[in-house]
C-alpha cells in the first residue's frame, strides 16, 4: 500500500506565496519522477510541474518563473514553492508519483487526494 499525502494549501492574496508539501509512504522500492497537477472547477487537470529522480524539471508555460518543484529523496517528498500567486492559479493541486514498490517490478502511478489553493483578495 502507498499514500501520497499533500498538505500547506489554503488561501492567500494575488502576489502572496505558499509552499505544497507532498509525501509518499508505504511499500515503496524506488520513486521515478514526481509531479504537481492542478484542476480548477469546469476545467481538465494539467501539469503544472514535473521532477525526474535525477533532478531534471519541466514547467507548464503558464507557471514557469513563478513556480518552483524540487524532491527529498531521503524523505520520499516533493515541494512546489509557488510564487507570485494569480487568481488564475485558484485550483485543486493534486501529487503524482510514478514509483515501483519492489525490485524488478513495473513501476505504477499514485495520486494524492489534493490540496485546495484559493487566491483571492
Known amino acids: 500500500q502507498v499514500q501520497l499525502v499533500e498538505s500547506g494549501g489554503g488561501l492567500v492574496q494575488p502576489g502572496g506565496s505558499l509552499r505544497l508539501s507532498c509525501a509518499a509512504s508505504?511499500?515503496?522500492?524506488?520513486?521515478?519522477?514526481m509531479a504537481w497537477y492542478r484542476q480548477a472547477p469546469g476545467k481538465q487537470r494539467e501539469l503544472v510541474a514535473i521532477?525526474?529522480?535525477?533532478?531534471?524539471?519541466n514547467y507548464a508555460d503558464s507557471v514557469k518563473g513563478r513556480f518552483t518543484i524540487s524532491r527529498d529523496n531521503a524523505k520520499n517528498t516533493v515541494y512546489l514553492r509557488l510564487n507570485s500567486l494569480k487568481p488564475e492559479d485558484t485550483a485543486v493541486y493534486y501529487c503524482?508519483?510514478?514509483?515501483?514498490?519492489?525490485?524488478?517490478?513495473?513501476?505504477?502511478?499514485?495520486w494524492g487526494q489534493g490540496t485546495q489553493v484559493t487566491v483571492s483578495s
Open positions: 503524482n508519483a510514478d514509483l515501483s514498490s519492489a525490485a524488478a517490478t513495473r513501476s505504477k502511478e499514485y
Open positions: 508505504g511499500r515503496i522500492f524506488s520513486i521515478y519522477a
Open positions: 521532477i525526474t529522480s535525477g533532478g531534471s524539471t
